[in-house]
């Protein structure tokens, strides 16, 4: 009689067995993001939004260190900021995916943040694009003085009365 395997149900990977701890993109660090890796890709991942594992797709800057951001308006706008620092010599502004997922077998949450190399820098393609962005980012901040999270803009705040936003049906807050 044969030796009979027992076949076992293919288990999921854990990021620490899917990437290389260190790895980073230009080899900025990771640190501050406590991130397990920060590699290259070719093609982000779809989002994903489980209890157990989330992608969420934005954007990633890069100098030194990497940041996320879930949307555009504040990536640029922070990415241009950095580059006024004398510290800072040269920075990306790239699309991301920041995925999250609890490792079994090291009992935490561990964050990887993939880099679409292959897109470019979308700070860099066009000038004009980049400070529609950033006027963007300004009218967002007056929209949300308070907020410590990037909102859409609705282009209807006019005023605030005792800290709630007056809505008004005609464009407003122009730069």
Known sequence: MKDQKTIMPSRKKFLCQR???????????????????AP????????????DHTITRGWAVGFGEWFFFTAPEP??????AAR??????????????????FCDIHEV?????????????V?????ELQLRLMKGFVQGAKENPWSAHWKPLTG????????????????????
């Open 75 to 80: 990536a640029v706008t922070f990415g241009r």
């Open 123 to 127: 700070d860099r393609h066009d000038e």
């Open 156 to 175: 209807f705040i006019s005023d605030y009365n005792q800290g709630r936003p007056v809505a008004t049906r005609i464009r407003s807050l122009p730069l």
């Open 19 to 37: 990437y290389e701890p260190g790895d980073s993109a230009f080899g900025n660090s990771l640190r501050l993001g406590r991130y397990l890796a």
């Open 40 to 51: 290259k890709c070719d093609e982000l991942p779809r989002e994903v939004f489980r209890d």
């Open 109 to 121: 949450d561990e964050w990887v943040l993939l880099v679409d190399i292959a897109g470019g820098q």
């Open 84 to 101: 006024m620092s004398a510290d800072c010599h040269g920075y990306g502004v790239y699309e991301a995916a920041r995925e999250l997922q």
